[in-house]
């Protein structure tokens, strides 16, 4: 059993510099990516307590499924190129969006969520076989502090897919 999550940490970088360690301990030895992303939701949600957090992995050429998470519920499946999360598979690209109301074809599966931050997580090949998709209740809630450490967060991830 994993030792219980410790951050004691003021700034959001600073958050971060103690959680990627503590994610990387809990998820090194695993080999399964399920339950690495599994970990890693729940790690993230623990320390930042966003309104979301969690996966969609990808199911075919075209679709997005969904994958562990921490929240409320979410949609099961997203189309290459759709919303917030089709739109980062389909670029590989860290999409950071301050307010969803305003992204072009954001797919509203909650309400609540006002802002949204997805990044992209490859194979050791470097195919996408996974988006981290982190929503918050609040506006701007995310920035390149966030995509920094998020993307080495979904390098870790790398190491359990081949």
Same mark, same amino acid.
């Given at each position: 059993?994993?030792?219980?999550?410790?951050?004691?940490?003021?700034?959001?970088?600073?958050?971060?510099?103690?959680?990627?360690?503590?994610?990387?301990?809990?998820?090194?030895?695993?080999?399964?990516?399920?339950?690495?992303?599994?970990?890693?939701?729940?790690?993230?949600?623990?320390?930042?307590?966003?309104?979301?957090?969690?996966?969609?992995?990808?199911?075919?050429?075209?679709?997005?499924?969904?994958?562990?998470?921490?929240?409320?519920?979410?949609?099961?499946?997203?189309?290459? $190129?759709?919303? #917030?999360?089709?739109?980062?598979?389909?670029? +590989? *690209?860290?999409?950071?969006?301050?307010?969803? =109301?305003?992204?072009?074809?954001?797919?509203?599966?909650?309400?609540?969520?006002?802002?949204?931050?997805?990044?992209?997580?490859?194979?050791?090949? $470097?195919?996408? #076989?996974?988006?981290?998709?982190?929503?918050? +209740? *609040?506006?701007?809630?995310?920035?390149?502090? =966030?995509?920094?450490?998020?993307?080495?967060?979904?390098?870790?991830?790398?190491?359990?897919?081949?």
């Amino acid at each position: 059993m994993a030792e219980e999550l410790i951050i004691t940490a003021t700034t959001k970088a600073e958050q971060y510099a103690q959680l990627l360690p503590q994610i990387q301990s809990v998820i090194a030895d695993e080999p399964d990516p399920i339950a690495n992303m599994a970990n890693t939701a729940a790690m993230l949600h623990q320390a930042f307590r966003w309104w979301w957090v969690g996966f969609y992995r990808v199911a075919d050429a075209h679709t997005l499924v969904l994958g562990p998470f921490q929240g409320p519920l979410a949609c099961t499946r997203i189309r290459k $190129g759709r919303g #917030v999360c089709g739109t980062a598979w389909q670029e +590989d *690209q860290t999409q950071v969006v301050p307010d969803v =109301d305003q992204f072009p074809g954001h797919i509203a599966c909650s309400s609540a969520s006002r802002s949204e931050i997805v990044v992209p997580v490859h194979d050791t090949h $470097g195919t996408v #076989v996974a988006v981290l998709d982190i929503d918050s +209740d *609040q506006l701007n809630a995310f920035d390149e502090t =966030d995509r920094h450490w998020l993307e080495q967060i979904a390098q870790l991830l790398r190491h359990g897919h081949s």
